[in-house]
């Protein structure tokens, strides 16, 4: 018995150190929940939704629930209601909802926000693009790779 006694304890050093280094390098770590996209279909209902309204006017602080004008928290509160989901007011609420979504992942119907802190908030659409509105013309389509878009993309929010 005192011969098997030393080898259960090196075996269950062993075992606890193994796990251990396992645990610490990440290999059984649990995995970061994966934001799943809304479906294809639906994002493209979305964005349909959501093209309805280009060249609408902007209005800082535009009532929620009308279509007359938008500013950029309204107009994807408004575009999200029509499919289930309330959202939070305003852009920098906007971007606390959902799963966060490096820019490499983007997937249509994500949210996409800008500057720092957060002060704007549109739709990606696919292919580098958002819908989105502020200033003149109103809700338009633009490039969040270029100018300014590019300098001050914050971050990405999954919230369907």
């Not at 289930?84 to 979504?101: D, H, I």
């Not at 659409?125 to 003149?136: A, L, R």
């Amino acid at each position: 018995m005192t011969k098997r006694f030393p080898q259960r304890l090196t075996k269950i050093f062993v075992s606890v150190s193994l796990s251990a280094a396992l645990l610490m390098t990440g290999t059984l770590a649990i995995p970061a929940p994966q934001a799943s996209a809304m479906t294809s279909s639906k994002a493209q209902s979305v964005i349909a939704t959501a093209k309805q309204y280009l060249n609408k006017p902007y209005k800082y602080g535009a009532a929620l629930g009308q279509t007359r004008n938008f500013d950029c928290s309204s107009f994807v509160w408004t575009v999200f209601k029509r499919y289930g989901k309330t959202l939070p007011r305003t852009a920098k609420e906007q971007s606390k909802v959902g799963t966060y979504v490096s820019k490499a992942n983007l997937k249509p119907g994500d949210l996409v926000f800008f500057y720092s802190p957060i002060h704007h908030v549109g739709i990606y659409i696919g292919n580098g693009k958002m819908i989105h509105t502020y200033g003149s013309p109103g809700v338009t389509i633009t490039d969040i790779n270029k100018d300014w878009w590019k300098k001050n993309y914050a971050t990405a929010r999954r919230v369907m």
